[in-house]
């Protein structure tokens, strides 16, 4: 990520939330090649019904772009090659059942989605859909992820040599 849009980033996240810490959280952009070019993976969150990337907490020693891949089976059901270089990052204001807001950076993983389960750990509470990175960024509340979603199809590819399984 370049200097300029990490700083507007940053910039973006102190007016948004002040100067509480924020949150890490990573997540993964899951996609694969159609007849019709790129596509992306977007689920429903479970609170709200929004339309999210798979995404969620790191755990103890793991390794950020493993959490991603982890987060992507967990809450859709997909698995494949993910990238240990990141998309990029956004931020999002979580907000708790007590009504708090908290703060998260998230840094996202493209994974590049090779089997997508019938049945998977949160296969109740979320609805999975296809569309093309464009659609995608006007699906999503978050302008920075829609943003890094429009840019995506065009450098999908050069993600696929830094994979790992």
Same mark, same amino acid.
């Given at each position: 990520? @370049?200097?300029?849009?990490?700083?507007?980033?940053?910039?973006?996240? =102190?007016? *948004?939330?002040?100067?509480?810490? +924020?949150? *890490? $959280?990573?997540?993964? *952009?899951? %996609?694969?090649?159609?007849? @019709?070019?790129?596509?992306?993976?977007?689920?429903?969150? =479970?609170?709200?019904? =929004?339309?999210? *990337?798979?995404?969620?907490? !790191?755990?103890?020693?793991?390794?950020? %772009?493993?959490?991603?891949?982890?987060?992507?089976?967990?809450?859709?059901?997909?698995?494949?090659?993910?990238?240990? =270089?990141?998309?990029?990052?956004?931020?999002?204001?979580?907000? $708790?059942?007590?009504?708090?807001?908290?703060? +998260?950076?998230?840094?996202?993983?493209?994974?590049? !989605?090779?089997?997508?389960?019938? @049945? %998977?750990?949160?296969?109740?509470?979320?609805?999975?859909? %296809? !569309?093309?990175?464009?659609?995608?960024?006007?699906?999503?509340?978050?302008?920075?992820?829609?943003?890094?979603?429009?840019?995506?199809?065009?450098?999908?590819?050069?993600?696929?040599?830094?994979?790992?399984?």
């Amino acid at each position: 990520m @370049n200097q300029i849009t990490n700083t507007h980033l940053v910039e973006r996240a =102190r007016r *948004l939330f002040g100067d509480s810490a +924020c949150k *890490l $959280q990573v997540a993964a *952009l899951p %996609w694969r090649v159609a007849d @019709n070019g790129i596509e992306v993976l977007l689920i429903t969150s =479970r609170d709200t019904g =929004r339309w999210v *990337l798979p995404k969620g907490g !790191v755990e103890k020693d793991e390794k950020l %772009w493993r959490g991603a891949a982890r987060e992507a089976e967990e809450e859709a059901g997909i698995r494949g090659a993910v990238s240990r =270089r990141e998309a990029g990052r956004y931020f999002y204001a979580k907000v $708790q059942w007590i009504g708090r807001a908290v703060p +998260c950076e998230v840094i996202v993983y493209p994974l590049e !989605v090779d089997v997508v389960a019938d @049945n %998977w750990k949160e296969r109740d509470s979320r609805a999975r859909t %296809w !569309v093309s990175p464009a659609e995608a960024a006007t699906m999503v509340e978050e302008e920075d992820l829609g943003a890094m979603l429009r840019a995506f199809e065009e450098s999908a590819a050069s993600f696929r040599a830094d994979h790992a399984k």
